[in-house]
């Protein structure tokens, strides 16, 4: 009896440790997919809104925002440059 609980506790450990790499896997998934997003808005801001009057400077706090954020980190610049933040 001893064998066929140690195989059980085996398997759903196993069960257990390939649940959590399919969650993580997706939650980093998730997160490069929205940096992504919000680097390609960022470029496309500027060069969409250069008509617009809207221009946010390409450093690398700018791609850090939008990095971390995704649109939402756009968005935050955009309502900053309009508000008349100075954004270096």
């Known amino acids: 009896m001893g064998e066929e609980s140690t195989l059980i506790y085996l398997v759903a450990g196993a069960v257990i440790l390939i649940a959590l790499a399919i969650v993580v896997i997706k939650l980093v998934k998730k997160i ?4 992504v997003l919000g680097v390609i808005a960022l470029l496309a801001v500027n060069y969409f809104g250069a008509s617009l009057g809207v221009k946010i400077p390409l ?4 791609f850090l925002i939008c990095a971390v954020l995704g649109l939402a980190g756009v968005g935050l610049l955009i309502i900053a440059q309009l508000l008349g933040f100075k954004i270096q």
């Open 32 to 35: 490069l997919v929205n940096s």
């Open 59 to 62: 450093t690398i706090v700018t």
